[in-house]
C-alpha cells in the first residue's frame, strides 16, 4: 500500500488539480498543430511557384531573390522562420516554421512559467502548502513529485502537438501546384515580352527543379522535433519553480518569470540583428531551442560562437535545456527545503 505522503500519492494530487488546465493548454497546441498544414498549403502550392517563376524570368536564383525579400525590416520575419535553416521552397522546410513560431514558443513559455509559479508559491498563497506539509510527507519529496509530474506533463504535451502537427502535414498531402490565375499569367508573359533584350539570349536558364522532392511531406518527422519542444517548456518550468521557491505571491513570481522569459525571446530575436546584444544570445533558453534542426536532419548543436568565436565549441543545444531545468529543480528543491514558510497572504 502507497503510504501517505508517498511521491505517487503526491503526482495523483497534482493529476488531479492540473488535469482540466493541461488538457484545455494541450488542446490549444493540438488544435494550432492540426491547422497549420491547411494555413500554409496556399504558399507552398501558389505562391512558391509564383517566386520561382519571377527568379527564373529575371535570371536570378531563388535564393537571390529570398535576400531581396528578407533584406532589411524583413530579416526580423527571416529570424522568427528560423533563419538560414529554412528555404521557403521546400514544402518540410516551410511546414516547420510551426516548431518555431511565435505562437508556439509564447504559448510554450506562458504554461510552464505559469504552472512553476503556482507550484509553491501558489500553494503558500492560498494557504494549501501549510495543509499538505502537516501530513506525514517531507519537503524534498514534494519538490520531486513537482520535477517529475512537470517531466511527465511536458513529454505529454511535446508529442501529443507534434502527433498533430504529423496529421496536419499528412492531411495536406501530396501537394501539387496550382497553377497561376490567368490574370496574373498574362501579366508576367507580357513583362517577358516587353523587357526582352538580346542579353536575354545569353542568359543561363534556371536549373530545373524536382517538384517531386521540393514538395515531398513526411510526417512523421514532426515526432523528431518532440524532445526540443519538451525540453523548452521542462528549461522554462524549472526557472520559474526556482523563483517560485524564493516567492511567496503567485502573481509577483508570474509577472518575474514572464519578464525574464520575454528578454530572453527579445533578446534571442533581436541579438540576431543587432551587433550589440548578440553577446547575451547564449544566456537565453530560446538560443539553444533548435527543434528544425531535429526535424530536418540537422546537428542540433551550438557553438556559442558569440563567446569563445566559431567552431571551437559544439554543444547539443536539448541538453542544455535539460540540464537547465533539472537545475532550476534542483535550487528550487534546496530552497524549498530550508526556508521558513510566511504565513498565507
Known amino acids: 500500500m502507497r503510504e501517505p505522503g508517498s511521491v505517487l500519492v503526491l503526482l495523483g494530487r497534482h493529476w488531479r488539480d492540473w488535469r482540466l488546465a493541461m488538457a484545455v493548454f494541450t488542446l490549444i497546441l493540438v488544435g494550432f498543430g492540426l491547422l497549420w498544414g491547411s494555413i500554409i498549403k496556399r504558399s ?19 535564393t537571390d531573390l529570398e535576400g531581396m525579400v528578407f533584406d532589411g525590416p524583413g530579416k526580423m520575419v527571416r529570424t522568427l522562420i528560423g533563419g538560414d535553416r529554412v528555404t521557403l521552397d521546400k514544402a518540410m522546410d516551410i511546414l516547420s516554421i510551426l516548431l518555431v513560431h511565435p505562437l508556439t514558443q509564447v504559448l510554450v513559455a506562458l504554461w510552464a ?52 502537427a504529423c496529421a ?6 501530396p501537394l501539387k501546384e496550382r497553377p497561376l490565375p ?33 514538395l515531398k511531406i513526411e510526417p512523421g518527422r514532426f515526432l523528431l522535433a518532440a524532445p526540443s519542444v519538451a525540453a523548452l517548456g521542462w528549461s522554462v518550468s524549472g526557472m520559474a519553480f526556482a523563483i517560485s521557491a524564493f516567492g511567496r505571491s503567485r502573481m509577483g513570481v508570474l509577472g518575474i518569470v514572464t519578464l525574464i522569459v520575454t528578454l530572453m525571446f527579445l ?76 504565513a498565507p497572504l
Open 44 to 62: 507552398l502550392e501558389q505562391l512558391s511557384p509564383f517566386f520561382r517563376l519571377l527568379a527564373g524570368q529575371s535570371g536570378l536564383g531563388l
Open 113 to 164: 512559467a505559469g504552472r512553476g509559479a503556482t507550484a509553491l508559491a501558489g500553494e503558500l498563497e492560498r494557504g494549501t502548502l501549510e495543509l499538505l506539509l502537516s501530513q506525514p510527507v517531507s519537503r524534498p519529496k514534494v519538490a520531486v513529485s513537482h520535477a517529475v509530474f512537470d517531466l511527465a506533463s511536458w513529454c505529454v504535451i511535446a508529442v501529443a502537438f507534434t502527433t498533430a
Open 267 to 342: 533578446v534571442n530575436l533581436l541579438g540576431q540583428l543587432w551587433e550589440p546584444l548578440i553577446f547575451l544570445r547564449p544566456l537565453c533558453v530560446f538560443y539553444y531551442y533548435l527543434p528544425q534542426e531535429a526535424m530536418l536532419g540537422g546537428s542540433g548543436l551550438v557553438d556559442l560562437a558569440e563567446w569563445v568565436g566559431p567552431q571551437r565549441l559544439a554543444i547539443p543545444g536539448f541538453w542544455i535545456l535539460v540540464a537547465i531545468g533539472l537545475a532550476g529543480y534542483l535550487v528550487g528543491g534546496a530552497r524549498f527545503s530550508t526556508r521558513d514558510l510566511p
Open 168 to 173: 496536419g502535414a499528412w492531411w495536406i498531402s
Open 182 to 214: 490567368p490574370q496574373i499569367q498574362l501579366k508576367l508573359d507580357q513583362a517577358k515580352w516587353w523587357n526582352w533584350s538580346p542579353a536575354s539570349l545569353f542568359r543561363q536558364s534556371p536549373a530545373p527543379t524536382d517538384d517531386s522532392q521540393r
